[in-house]
């Protein structure tokens, strides 16, 4: 295990900053990685394992600004049952709830991380505060393949499944709050897009909208060219929400929608050279997104040309490579000049200057 920083041997401290890299290496292959919000925990990410059994395991790490080095805290590393497909830390910029990481595998867990300083044994811990199972008929339920916390209302967190289902959860009262049979076959992501508003992919190869004030409908808003081509990944675009971009398994491009006319893709990302595994949109500009893959590729792209046509197609404005396929991306929301990746069992974290 270590950390290092690859800074510009120009001297320059300007340049320095420019091209900050920090990289951390775990004891085991990274799968799922999530920036924290809160404004008090700057450089804080939480990463997971992909270990083929059912012991995993999840580090909250931190960059020490002073020596440039990401390390683990040995007080907040905790096993946890099966590799997570996904981590996001609570949406909490301003500190006003509990400090709280979700996690999504065989169920949704919730767990609450005490970290006030001092040892371990002054408290500092993680503890599981919730299990949300739905099938309380079945200890058994059809693993989720992703989730996402609802950013204008905390309280609701919404799941995708093998089931063909999304669950939209309240948290506080650890309840459902509405689950919906979303598409024909398993669902592999979900994003919010406002309060009640959330959108899924599913293996059916569809894009679909739904509002919770009309459960009963919902809206197809991109199905793929080629039937029984899953659709895999889904980001909405946070400051303009009239975008969201999707990902084809198997494929090297990255589709961006349109809500307001679907079925068409309004421009079509097609510079990786292989398999696509994560998009991010910028959490502070309408108009970038960053796209990452098995190329070792994370390429910036910026849109603002979108629905002109370009001769040749979009290029992006910043590469950067990395030492393996990129399986994992997060734009930090609260440092939106940092972006991280994970590669095997690496995390960097970069300065896109």
């Known amino acids: 295990m270590g950390a290092s920083s690859d800074p510009n041997q120009d001297g320059s401290d300007e340049q320095q900053r420019r091209s900050e890299i920090y990289t951390y290496e775990a004891p085991w292959h990274i799968y799922a990685m999530n920036w924290s919000v809160r404004k008090d925990k700057n450089y804080r990410l939480a990463i997971s394992s992909l270990l083929e059994q059912y012991h995993n395991r999840v580090e909250i790490v931190q960059l020490d600004d002073s020596t440039g080095e990401i390390r683990p805290d040995p007080a907040l590393s905790f096993e946890h049952p099966y590799p997570p497909t996904k981590l996001i830390f609570i949406p909490d910029k301003e500190c006003q709830r509990p400090d709280l990481l979700a996690s999504a595998s065989d169920f949704l867990r919730l767990w609450h991380i005490s970290d006030s300083g001092g040892s371990a044994a002054d408290g500092r ?49 650890e309840v459902v709050d509405t689950q919906l049979i979303a598409h024909d076959k398993e669902v592999y992501d979900i994003a919010w897009g406002g309060v009640g508003v959330f959108a899924s992919v599913s293996a059916d190869g569809s894009v679909r909208v739904f509002d919770l ?47 307001r006319f679907p079925t068409l893709p309004v421009v079509e990302l097609q510079r990786h050279q292989a398999s696509v595994n994560a ?50 991306l997060q734009w930090s929301s609260s440092q939106p000049d940092w972006v991280a990746i994970a590669f095997s069992n690496k995390l960097q974290i970069l300065r896109d200057q």
């Not at 046509?309 to 404005?317: A, N, R, S, T």
């Open 125 to 173: 811990r993680v503890e599981m505060k919730s299990l949300l199972n739905n099938n309380r008929n079945n200890e058994f339920s059809g693993p989720l393949t992703s989730f996402d916390w609802n950013e204008a209302e905390p309280r609701r967190i919404g799941t995708s499944s093998i089931d063909t289902t999304c669950t939209i959860w309240d948290i506080e009262k």
């Open 213 to 259: 004030r009309d459960k009963e409908h919902s809206t197809i808003i991109y199905e793929s060219s080629e039937p029984d081509t899953p659709l895999v990944r889904l980001g909405w675009n946070k400051q303009d929400p009239r975008y969201m971009a999707t990902i084809i398994m198997d494929s090297s491009k990255v589709v961006v929608l349109d809500i």
């Open 279 to 328: 998009i991010a949109w910028a959490p502070h500009s309408s108009c970038h997104i960053c796209t990452a893959g098995d190329d070792s590729q994370a390429l910036i792209w910026d849109l603002s040309s979108m629905g002109q046509p370009v001769e040749g197609g979009l290029d992006p404005i910043l590469a950067y490579t990395a030492g393996a396929e990129i399986e994992q």
